[in-house]
């Protein structure tokens, strides 16, 4: 079971739309409609954003959003804010009650 | 309210055992909902350990730490459980338990966490 890859940052400005990427593989991302979305900021726990594949709980801004197209999911946040900083991991159901995590996504807020 | 609170920070030297626990209360905590756990190492990112199911005790692992950990859980308290029987300096890491939905809801995902278990492991 690899980790599933995302991209090790990703920047913007203030009120720009960024897309966080993460590439599985047929056996995970590609295969379940499983995929979830988590927001840790430094020392906090993470926090579910988005989950199978592009739905929000409840609580959470509407400037998140999510898809997924063959092996690669993408989460989109739009109209960037300082508080939006920080690190993000993608999840994918694996099968059998198992799951794999991406690598995190540290975003930086310029 | 649901809440998952974890257990204290640990020091622990190479070669001892361990039990760090997760009290989970605002659910009904033995039917409907699994208990994952989820190791962070320091400064890198999130990795899934093992999971259980408090009703029936069916527990999955993680093929890279299959019989280094073993995870349980008793429903009279609904609190989860960590344990190592020998631990490695690469044990040192934060553990995180988060709620997992039933299978039945196809709720595949976590969606409640704890605030972390802080485990230091050092001669």
């Known amino acids: 079971q690899s980790a599933l890859t995302q991209p090790a940052s990703v920047s913007g400005s203030p009120g720009q739309s960024i897309t966080i990427s993460c590439t599985g593989t047929?056996?995970?991302?590609?295969?379940?409609?499983?995929v979830s979305w988590y927001q840790q900021h430094p020392g906090k726990a993470p926090q579910l954003m988005i989950y199978?594949?592009?739905n929000r709980p409840s609580g959470v801004s509407n400037r998140f959003s999510g898809s997924k197209s063959g092996n690669t999911a993408s989460l989109t946040i739009s109209g960037l804010q300082a508080e939006d900083e920080a690190d993000y991991y993608c999840?994918?159901?694996?099968?059998?009650?198992?799951?794999?995590f991406g690598g995190g996504t540290k975003v930086t807020v310029l | 309210e649901v809440q998952l609170v974890q257990s204290g920070a640990e020091v622990k030297k190479p070669g001892e055992s361990l039990k760090i626990s997760c009290k989970c209360s605002?659910?009904?905590?033995?039917?409907?909902?699994?208990i994952g756990w989820v190791r962070q190492m320091p400064g890198k990112g999130l990795e899934w350990m093992g999971i259980?199911?408090?009703?029936?005790?069916?527990?999955r692992y993680s093929p890279s730490l299959q019989g280094h950990i073993t995870i349980s859980a008793d429903k009279s308290i609904s609190t989860a459980y960590l344990q190592w029987s020998s631990l490695k300096a690469s044990d040192t890491a934060i553990y995180y338990c988060?709620?997992?939905?039933?299978?039945?809801?196809?709720?595949?995902?976590?969606?409640?966490w704890g605030q972390g278990t802080l485990v230091t492991v050092s001669s």
């Open positions: 988060a709620r997992k939905g039933s299978d039945s809801s196809r709720m595949y995902y976590f969606d409640y």
């Open positions: 999840s994918s159901y694996t099968g059998s009650s198992t799951w794999v």
């Open positions: 199978d594949v592009n």
């Open positions: 605002g659910y009904n905590f033995g039917s409907n909902y699994w």
């Open positions: 047929s056996s995970d991302v590609g295969d379940y409609n499983y």
């Open positions: 259980i199911f408090p009703g029936d005790s069916d527990t």
